[in-house]
């Protein structure tokens, strides 16, 4: 084997031990009693790349009531390189008339009700017509007039998982129907004689525990609490961590998912992984299969610097559906400090106080003890009620030793409203998207080739910073961990291809109080701003001179470096690849990746705003012969090699259009 192969081998073993989590060996899991996978329109059982087990509902048609009489067994018309996996993504069962399943369950268990939608054309059929709704003998509507191919197409994913929590089932059953939009129905259709289909690629029906006990506190109302019943998952982040797949849960076959794209602002914070054998003590108020481990053994936190974060919010943003109520669950762990009012923070949710000094010790009363805090909110239907906004803020007032605030996990739960629905409109794509993809005329064309060159340009320009910034996260974030912990942090930046639970989302509408086109990652900046952090843009700032325009070293918010990219009049880029690259690097956010943190259009200008990457490029320190930078130890170069790697996987498996370098 050459030396070439065998570099390549280390690196690919080293990738897969940072992408497959380790479950602790003491950790204790929720057995189910029922258990349900149905691999739909397939004709054999199989296993999915999880090592999970789906069966036939072709093999074993009584799940489908009537035997699925009207039922199309199909496969995909075409594989999509981004699936996790073949099955149960690539056959489906579709169904041309309303059409149910049957499921006979524990009458004394909540359910999980997952379904898996994978956007194709199916039998000849266009993916777009596919719209349905999906109700339950119990009367819940879950999904209304639902277009996978459109949603996913909005979400920017490949696959969809639409997860639902079901109380119990008395008569010891419940059915599942599916039923096809009417023609007449459909808000887009043009012509009565449109024929819509329903389809489905995998089912999960799995019974679990009563994770939702106890009534929640309404924010900002003492005196009112809700009830949960049935939820829907809109979120849920293993914070600070990776992905968590399904088999690595605590028995409850739950999806995890890195938060770093939901994390607002230039103050990402820091993370810290106490590593698998840290031992995790659930107290008798938490049970085990809360979250797993591999959980509460991460965590963000704010960082060391105190005057930085007095001034900061650790702030995470996510587009939800108005006229609901929504259930926000924190799970906390402290790994690092053992003492009370060393670290205390205020919890705020919509811009309320949720809960004022929160401190993990106080409320565990040692380290490495979990506890989850729910909240409950009601987000009206009015502008800017899309989106919703945790945020944690150290407890000033307390004065406790470290002025940081941390959180460990994140779900977000819809619940059903007084009718019993949880659907939802489908989102829609952003302006720029749609332009994109439509076009109009030559002249629009001849546009959208322009912004499909820059886009290339755009992500060109962030691929060949990764090794730099590799050199950077190496030198400062380790830095401000050892400085807190004492120890080396070992945070994973691995994201596998990022799939959340599908939102509903209704679009970006400058509901941030920023451009529309900077959405909820990107910030806008006034031209006073960006004068006023360039010294008026100052010769002496310039940091480097490209085809675009100078880039400035500046300041922003009293003592936030960052770097400023000004267009040059006479650059060929205008404002539709201006606008193409806020709208592409806003969306990639990794810690191997340089982030947007905003940009200024005004008075002509444009300008684009960059994290400051103050110790240099990865060239500087591989060879300078002068001195100035020392030099890298063989770890080091194995840690930027692997953080390089990493960063390009994101770009190229990490988002959807895929990124390809």
Request: glycine content about 8%; some cysteine.
């Amino acid at each position: 084997m050459s030396d070439t192969a065998r570099c390549t081998l280390l690196l690919a073993l080293l990738f897969v031990a940072g992408a497959v989590p380790v479950v602790p060996a003491n950790a204790k899991v929720y057995r189910p009693v029922d258990s349900i996978l149905l691999n739909c329109g397939s004709t054999s059982d199989g296993l999915d790349a999880d090592g999970r087990n789906w069966v036939s509902d072709t093999n074993n048609q009584h799940w489908l009531v009537d035997g699925g009489r009207s039922s199309i067994m199909t496969v995909a018309d075409r594989l999509e390189t981004l699936l996790p996996s073949t099955i149960p993504y690539m056959t489906a069962c579709v169904f041309p008339v309303d059409t149910a399943y049957n499921f006979t369950v524990d009458p004394n268990h909540r359910h999980w009700l997952r379904f898996l939608f994978y956007p194709s054309s199916y039998n000849g059929i266009p993916p777009e017509n596919f719209r349905f709704s999906v109700s339950t003998s119990t009367g819940l509507i879950l999904l209304r007039n639902f277009s996978v191919w459109f949603t996913a197409k909005a979400l920017t994913q490949a696959y969809l998982i639409e997860e639902f929590s079901l109380p119990r089932a008395p008569a010891g059953f419940f059915t599942v129907t599916f039923t096809p939009t009417p023609p007449m129905a459909m808000s887009n259709s043009n012509d009565d004689d449109d024929v819509t289909y329903a389809y489905v690629n995998g089912i999960e029906v799995s019974s679990m525990p009563d994770i939702f006990d106890d009534p929640v506190t309404m924010v900002g109302f003492s005196d009112q609490k809700v009830d949960i019943a049935t939820t829907q998952t809109m979120y849920r982040f293993n914070v600070g961590g990776g992905y968590i797949p399904p088999s690595k849960d605590s028995g409850l076959a739950r999806y995890w998912y890195n938060d770093t794209p939901y994390v607002l602002g230039v103050m990402p914070g820091v993370t810290y992984d106490a590593g698998p054998r840290f031992h995790i003590k659930y107290p008798s108020d938490v049970a085990e299969y809360a979250a797993p481990a591999l959980v509460y053994t991460g965590s963000r936190s704010m960082g060391p610097d105190a005057r930085v974060n007095q001034n900061n919010n650790l702030t995470w943003t996510m587009e939800v559906d108005a006229n609901f109520t929504y259930v926000v669950r924190l799970h906390f762990c402290e790994l690092l400090l053992d003492k009370p009012n060393q670290r205390a923070f205020d919890i705020f949710v919509n811009n309320k106080t949720a809960q004022s000094d929160a401190d993990v010790i106080k409320m565990t009363s040692e380290r490495g003890v979990p506890v989850y805090k729910d909240f409950a909110v009601h987000m009206a239907d009015e502008p800017g009620d899309e989106v919703l906004w945790i945020a944690l803020h150290p407890s000033v007032a307390l004065r406790p030793k470290f002025y940081d605030a941390i959180l460990s996990g994140l779900e977000v739960f819809k619940l059903n409203d007084s009718a019993g629905n949880l659907a939802a409109p489908d989102p829609l794509p952003s302006k720029m998207l749609a332009q994109a993809e439509l076009g109009a005329g030559e002249e629009e064309r001849s546009r959208n080739s322009k912004h499909q060159a820059n886009k290339k340009k755009a992500v060109i320009a962030a691929v060949g910073i990764v090794a730099a910034i590799c050199v950077v996260v190496y030198h400062h974030h380790n830095k401000r961990d050892r400085e807190l912990s004492g120890s080396e942090s070992h945070s994973s930046g691995w994201l596998p291809l990022y799939h959340s639970y599908t939102m509903r989302r209704q679009g970006m509408s400058g509901h941030l109080g920023g451009n529309q086109l900077t959405g909820s990652m990107c910030r806008h900046f006034s031209i006073a701003e960006m004068r006023a952090a360039t010294k008026n843009f100052s010769e002496e700032l310039v940091i480097g001179v490209g085809g675009f325009g100078k880039v400035y070293r500046g300041v922003v918010d009293g003592d936030t470096k960052v770097a400023i990219k000004r267009s040059n009049p006479s650059s060929e880029q205008g404002a539709l690849e201006f606008h193409t690259e806020i709208e592409m690097l806003s969306k990639l956010r990794h810690r191997h990746l340089v982030a947007l943190i905003g940009s200024c259009e005004e008075d002509k200008e444009m300008i684009l705003v960059y994290d400051y990457m103050e110790h240099g490029t990865l060239r500087e320190h591989l060879y300078d012969k002068g001195g100035k930078t020392p030099p890298l130890s063989w770890r080091s170069r194995l840690e930027i090699c692997i953080g390089a790697a990493r960063g390009l996987h994101y770009l190229h498996t990490g988002a959807r259009y895929t990124i390809i370098c």
